[in-house]
C-alpha cells in the first residue's frame, strides 16, 4: 500500500545499491541485527498495547459485514498501484485481471465494497515497487526494522516511496486531504492487525525467537509474493 | 441412389460421428490421476484437520492422538537435525538427542496450534513438482466452507520424501513460509546468543511447549 514516507528517494538509491545481501545465507545480512532487535522491541510494545488493543476494540465495535466492505473499499484503490507494477514486471494476464477486478468492484460493486470480481472467480493479487525491483533483479539490501513501520529493508522501502507516485489519489486534492490519508493509512493498518490476530498470537507463542521469527516470516512472505506465490523449488535446502 | 453415394454417405456420417465424439472427448474435463505423493496428502492431512476439530474429544485426548498423527505421518528426528542448523555437526550426541525429544514435544504443539487454525475446513489437493528423485511438493487449498465473504482460498503446501517406499512430510509451508525453515532461523539466532548451547535450546523448548499447554503468555516477547 502506498504510505506517506519522509526518506528521500536519492538517499534511498544510494542505500540500496550499496547493500546487497550475502547469497543465500539470509540469516547472515543483518548486519545492524543489535539496533533492529532495539527497534523491534519498541514496536512490539506498540503493537502490543495500542495497535492490538485498537484492532479488538475495531473487531468489537464495527460489524463484520462492515468490516469487509471497509476493507473491500481500501483494498480496491490499491488496485492502480498493483497494475502499474504488473505493467512494469511484465504480467499482462495479471494486469488484466487487476483492470477487471477494478472495473467490476467499483461499479457493479458499489465504489469497492463488495468484492464481486472473486464471485466471479478473478483472483486478487497485489503488487508493489519492492516486488518490480526484485523481478527487476536488485538485491533487497540489509534487513532493517523501522520505528512504527517494522521490517523495511532498503528495496521495500524505496519501492513503497515510488508507489505513492503510482497511486492516483496523491494527485487529488480536496478539503482535508490530509485527514483523509491519514485515516485511510489508520484504518488499513488497523484492519490488517485485526485480520492477523490470531496467527500473530500462534506465532508469538511459539517462537524461541520472536525477532528472528519475525525476520524469517518477513524474507519469505516477500519472496512468495516476489514468486507470484509459485514456490521456486531449487531455492529449497536440503534436509 | 447409386451405391457410391450412399458410400459417400455413410463415411461422411462416420466421420462428423467421429468428429463429435472427439470433440466430447476435449470438452469433458479428463481427471487426472492423482500421484501417490498427492494422494499420500490427501487422505492423511484431512484425517488431521478433521481430528482437529473433532469437538468430541477431550483436550488432552486431542493432545495425544494429535502427537501419535504427526508422529506417524513425519519424520521427526530428520526435521528437528535440519532445524539445528550447523550446531548438529558440533554438539554431542546427548545433546542432540535431548534436543530431538524436546523438539518433537515442540513441533507438535506448534502444529497442532496452527493447524487449528484451519480445523473444520477442506484440503483440496491442486498438483505436484518432483523437486528431485522422491522428494515432492504438493500444492493444496485449504477452503473454509463457512466463509462470510468470498474469501481466497488458502495457498498451503506439503514437502514429501520417500524414505524406502514410505512418504513422509518433512515441511509444510503456508502462504509461502516454510516452516521448518522459519524454525531452523529462530533456532539459529537462538544459539548464536546463548553460546551454540543445544541443551540450553532443549529447555526453552521445553518451557515454551508447556506455556502452549497451558495457552499461557509466550516468554519470548521482548522487554
Redesign the interface.
Given at each position: 500500500m502506498a504510505t506517506v514516507r519522509g526518506f528521500p528517494l536519492l538517499f534511498l538509491g544510494i542505500w540500496l545499491t550499496a547493500c546487497s545481501t550475502a547469497g543465500d545465507d539470509r540469516a547472515a545480512n543483518d548486519p545492524y541485527e543489535a539496533t533492529n532487535r532495539q527497534v523491534f522491541a519498541f514496536d512490539a510494545k506498540l503493537d502490543r498495547n495500542i495497535l492490538l488493543p485498537t484492532a479488538a476494540f475495531y473487531t468489537q465495535v464495527i460489524p463484520g459485514p462492515v468490516r469487509d466492505s471497509l476493507h473491500n473499499f481500501l483494498a480496491n484503490i490499491d488496485l492502480p498501484v498493483t497494475f502499474a507494477n504488473d505493467i512494469l514486471q511484465g504480467e499482462t494476464k495479471r494486469g488484466a485481471q487487476t483492470v477487471g477486478r477494478f472495473v467490476i468492484n467499483s461499479t457493479v460493486g458499489v465504489g469497492g465494497l463488495a468484492d464481486v470480481a472473486a464471485k466471479l472467480g478473478v483472483p486478487a493479487h497485489t503488487e508493489d515497487f519492492g516486488q518490480t525491483l526484485a523481478v527487476w533483479g536488485i538485491p533487497e539490501g540489509p534487513y532493517i526494522v523501522l520505528p512504527f513501520l517494522g521490517p523495511d529493508p532498503p528495496r521495500d522501502a524505496a519501492g513503497q516511496v515510488v508507489d505513492i507516485f503510482f497511486d492516483p489519489t496523491t494527485y487529488l486534492r480536496y478539503k482535508q486531504h490530509i485527514w483523509w490519508s491519514a485515516g485511510r493509512v489508520s484504518v488499513s493498518v488497523i484492519d490488517r492487525r485485526a485480520r492477523n490476530a490470531a496467527i500473530i498470537q500462534s506465532i508469538e507463542r511459539g517462537s524461541v525467537d520472536y525477532y528472528a521469527s519475525v525476520r524469517s516470516l518477513y524474507r519469505q512472505h516477500r519472496q512468495n509474493e516476489i514468486n507470484n506465490g509459485k514456490t521456486n523449488t531449487n531455492d529449497l535446502p536440503n534436509f | 441412389m447409386h451405391l457410391s453415394e450412399m458410400t459417400g454417405g455413410r463415411i461422411r456420417g462416420t466421420f462428423f460421428l467421429g468428429l463429435l465424439a472427439v470433440a466430447f472427448a476435449l470438452a469433458i474435463p479428463q481427471a487426472r490421476a492423482a500421484s501417490p505423493a498427492e494422494n499420500f496428502v490427501s487422505v492423511n492431512v484431512q484425517k488431521g484437520l478433521a481430528l482437529l476439530y473433532n469437538h468430541g474429544l477431550t483436550q488432552a485426548d486431542k493432545q495425544a492422538q494429535f502427537r501419535d498423527f504427526l508422529t506417524s505421518l513425519t519424520d521427526m528426528r530428520?526435521?528437528a537435525l535440519?532445524t539445528l542448523g550447523p550446531a548438529r555437526r558440533t554438539a554431542s550426541p546427548t545433546d542432540i538427542n535431548e534436543f530431538v525429544d524436546a523438539f518433537h514435544e515442540?513441533a507438535v504443539?506448534?502444529y497442532e496450534?496452527?493447524l487449528s487454525?484451519y480445523s473444520g475446513q477442506t484440503l483440496r489437493v491442486m498438483n505436484s513438482?518432483a523437486?528431485a528423485p522422491g522428494d515432492y511438493?504438493v500444492?493444496t487449498r485449504i477452503i473454509d466452507p463457512n466463509a462470510?465473504?468470498?474469501q481466497?482460498p488458502l495457498?498451503v503446501?506439503f514437502?514429501v520424501?520417500d524414505e524406502n517406499g514410505k512418504f513422509v512430510v518433512?515441511?509444510v509451508?503456508v502462504?509461502?513460509?516454510?516452516l521448518?525453515?522459519?524454525?531452523r532461523?529462530?533456532?539459529?539466532?537462538?544459539l548464536d546468543?546463548n553460546s551454540d548451547s543445544v541443551p540450553a535450546?532443549a529447555s526453552?523448548?521445553r518451557q515454551?511447549t508447556q506455556?502452549?499447554h497451558n495457552g499461557g503468555a509466550?516468554s519470548?516477547?521482548?522487554?
Open positions: - | 530428520r526435521i535440519f515442540f504443539a506448534v496450534s496452527r487454525l513438482t523437486r511438493i500444492s462470510q465473504n468470498a481466497q495457498q503446501d514437502r520424501e518433512i515441511d509451508s502462504l509461502g513460509i516454510w521448518a525453515i522459519e524454525e532461523d529462530q533456532f539459529t539466532a537462538f546468543q535450546l526453552h523448548l515454551l506455556q502452549m509466550p519470548s516477547q521482548p522487554d
